[in-house]
């Protein structure tokens, strides 16, 4: 059973090719280039922070029982990006760019992570306490920081439509697509099913959440890992061909499967940005809710995401699917051309992995994308039946339509929405960011003077202290 949207799709895919070709590629490049050189390249001389701060947060906490860690909003996070975009993004942006597209993904995730970086901090500044965590996000800092209420309704509301409601049509269809090609199941009982099981942890809350991406996520992205890197090692010989593959389509030299240079750049950008979210104004919505002594550190962690999510995990998908070369093949695409990939080199229990991978993947993805939306939802409104409704439609209502609805219409709404929400995140990026380099201007003095444990008041920042709910 399948929908034919073919009507609707059309229209959808024409506005995204005028979206993403003239305004938000353009953005995005330029915002992380800017971010990049104003935090004097954090991502790249702060890297050892990073790791530390991950660490002593996953080993440390400060007994608050009504907050989750530093570490746990990471796990959230990395839960969302780690999914569906790292199996099946990846090898659509192959099939659709060539392999150039791969080199346009790492360059998003080098200077996005800037930009990560930038919205995290910005998140934990402007963030506000509430009865279960603290809460907060681009509504949030749009509204204190910009005191523009109509434009943090407007991405409140969008962020909800991309993250709540289409992308998880978009990981459910990956999870019936995959579990279809490897064992036959009907994607109608598969969608009932993950449904029922989506529903019972929308109603949970984030605490139950955390609980389980910490657990699921790290052991998820390892095991993946892993079994790429075999691959890898086992083809050794091959890298420097896949190497040399990528960077020459990259800038139109070889075009193997892609339809020029332009859409070897647009696919690998929106692929690249669907998977780690770096500007989307997805993240900060959790690195909020994370009870860190200084802004920064949650900047630092979730900057190191985006590193994670892309230059590690979407590139074990990058090689195995160019060194199997089955990319040209007609007929593959999305989570089954990994699956072919990863078949043709272990062999058919290679297609049961990656179904059994994309459960995890695509579903921590789900109760992850919830959770943006649930962030948002309450900033709009507090009636309770709301929201209510809201968890109805996003762990029922569209997890199922990804269950019924073609490959191809779930993507392109999912591209409609994010082009729409990382345009409106961007350019509140853009008018808040010196608050975000004056607080690492405060973190990097701290450390300087022998301080290992920077903390942060609102006093230290007085031009805003009076828009801070918290930071006493």
Not at 94 to 123: C, D, H, N
């Amino acid at each position: 059973m399948t929908l034919n949207l073919d009507a609707l799709q059309a229209a959808i895919t024409a506005i995204n090719d005028a979206l993403w070709a003239y305004l938000l590629i353009g953005a995005l490049i330029l915002c992380g280039l800017y971010f990049t050189v104003r935090t004097r390249f954090v991502q790249f001389t702060m890297i050892g922070d990073m790791f530390r701060q991950l660490v002593d947060s996953s080993s440390t906490h400060s007994g608050k029982n009504r907050h989750i860690s530093s570490f746990q909003a990471f796990a959230v996070s990395m839960a969302t990006r780690v999914g569906t975009g790292n199996l099946a993004g990846v090898a659509t942006a192959i099939a659709v760019g060539g392999p150039g597209a791969v080199f346009w993904m790492w360059l998003i995730a080098l200077i996005g992570s800037a930009t990560a970086f930038v919205e995290a901090t910005l998140a934990q500044l402007y963030k506000r306490p509430s009865s279960e965590s603290f809460i907060g996000g681009p509504a949030y800092y749009i509204s204190r920081g910009l005191h523009n209420k109509w434009m943090a309704g407007l991405f409140a509301v969008l962020i909800t439509l991309t993250f709540g409601l289409s992308y998880n049509s978009i990981q459910s269809n990956a999870i019936c697509g995959a579990l279809n090609k490897a064992f036959g199941f009907d994607p109608l009982l598969v969608g009932t099913i993950i449904t029922v099981i989506a529903l019972f942890i929308a109603f949970g809350g984030i605490r139950r959440i955390a609980r389980v991406s910490s657990v699921l996520v790290p052991f998820m992205a390892f095991g993946y890992f892993i079994l790429a890197l075999v691959v890898v090692i086992m083809n050794i010989d091959m890298l420097p061909h896949v190497f040399k593959l990528i960077v020459t389509s990259a800038f139109g030299f070889e075009q193997v499967a892609g339809g020029g240079l332009g859409a070897t750049i647009m696919v690998g950008v929106k692929r690249g940005l669907f998977s780690n979210e770096a500007g989307e104004g997805s993240a900060p919505n959790v690195a909020a809710t994370a009870d860190v002594s200084h802004p920064v550190k949650q900047g630092l962690i979730q900057a190191l995401g985006v590193f994670t999510d892309t230059l590690l995990v979407c590139s074990c998908t990058a090689f195995l699917v160019l060194i199997s070369g089955l990319y040209t093949t007609d007929g593959l695409e999305g989570i089954q051309l990994t699956q072919a990939s990863l078949q043709a080199q272990v062999g058919s229990w290679g297609t049961i992995f990656v179904a059994l991978a994309i459960i995890l993947f695509a579903f921590t993805s789900i109760i992850g994308n919830y959770y943006y939306g649930e962030a948002n939802i309450r900033y709009l409104t507090d009636k309770k039946w709301v929201l209510t409704v809201f968890r109805i439609l996003s762990g029922g209502a569209f997890v199922f339509l990804g269950a019924v609805a073609s490959f191809e219409f779930v993507w392109s709404l999912g591209d409609l929405f994010m082009a729409l929400v990382t345009l409106c995140n961007l350019i509140a990026l853009a008018f808040l960011s010196k608050y975000t380099f004056k607080l690492l201007d405060n973190y990097r003095d701290q450390k300087r003077r022998g301080i290992k444990n920077p903390e942060f008041h609102r006093n230290d920042l007085p031009e805003v202290a009076d828009d801070l709910d918290c930071w006493q």
